[in-house]
T-cell receptor, first 112, second 114 residues
Framework: QQQVRQSPQSLTVWEGETAILNCSYENSAFDYFPWYQQFPGEGPALLISILSVSDKKEDGRFTIFFNKREKKLSLHIADSQPGDSATYFCAASPSGSWQLIFGSGTQLTVMP | AQTIHQWPVAEIKAVGSPLSLGCTIKGKSSPNLYWYWQATGGTLQQLFYSITVGQVESVVQLNLSASRPKDDQFILSTEKLLLSHSGFYLC?????????????FGEGTRLSVL
């Protein structure tokens, strides 16, 4: 049973639009949520992360919105660029654990 | 300079043959180290983690083993490869004593088992 779910599986937006990628989880013990960006053939790169004590985290064009009650979070990519086309993974870590559990990813395509 | 170096970049191996993949971390004192596996087009599965030399914890059993012979080195191996071992193997590190710190990944090793 998947502990971290992502939707949609794939997303296409136009250049300049805001892309919204969703993530949900089941385990209330999860308290740390990093997002990774992965280009084909490369290792994933850390994009932005949030702790469950916060409801929002911004870094440039990337914003995480976090709803602890509903166990949901989303990554907003403002002013999307063709270079943002990649697969994005949401991950979750339980408090006090070395484990990191990944979702299945969202493949984002930004059309010029 | 890259902090994390994985070798080899790619391998093509026969079923039943042995495997050894390596990872070296540069310039970081006593990092936490991790091995992940990714099927083509799939998600990342954590395999092992190590917080100190000589100690490795298994997260999932895939007929693989890992060792940390030096503070800056992490090795993934098996004596007998299966077809299901094909995929992308990623080494990652995070600063010591932080378990709420996202691991940073290397460039990976692409393994094809035929």
């Amino acid at each position: 049973q998947q502990q971290v779910r992502q939707s949609p599986q794939s997303l296409t937006v136009w250049e300049g639009e805001t892309a919204i990628l969703n993530c949900s989880y089941e385990n209330s013990a999860f308290d740390y949520f990093p997002w990774y960006q992965q280009f084909p053939g490369e290792g994933p790169a850390l994009l932005i992360s949030i702790l469950s004590v916060s409801d929002k985290k911004e870094d440039g064009r990337f914003t995480i919105f976090f709803n602890k009650r509903e166990k949901k979070l989303s990554l907003h990519i403002a002013d999307s660029q063709p270079g943002d086309s990649a697969t994005y993974f949401c991950a979750a870590s339980p408090s006090g654990s070395w484990q990191l559990i990944f979702g299945s990813g969202t493949q984002l395509t930004v059309m010029p | 300079a890259q902090t994390i170096h994985q070798w080899p970049v790619a391998e093509i191996k026969a079923v039943g043959s042995p495997l050894s993949l390596g990872c070296t971390i540069k310039g970081k004192s006593s990092p936490n180290l991790y091995w992940y596996w990714q099927a083509t087009g799939g998600t990342l599965q954590q395999l092992f983690y190590s917080i100190t030399v000589g100690q490795v914890e298994s997260v999932v059993q895939l007929n693989l083993s890992a060792s940390r012979p030096k503070d800056d080195q992490f090795i993934l191996s098996t004596e007998k490869l299966l077809l299901s071992h094909s995929g992308f193997y990623l080494c990652a590190w995070s600063p010591r004593q932080y378990n709420n710190q996202a691991p940073l990944f290397g460039e990976g090793t692409r393994l094809s088992v035929l």
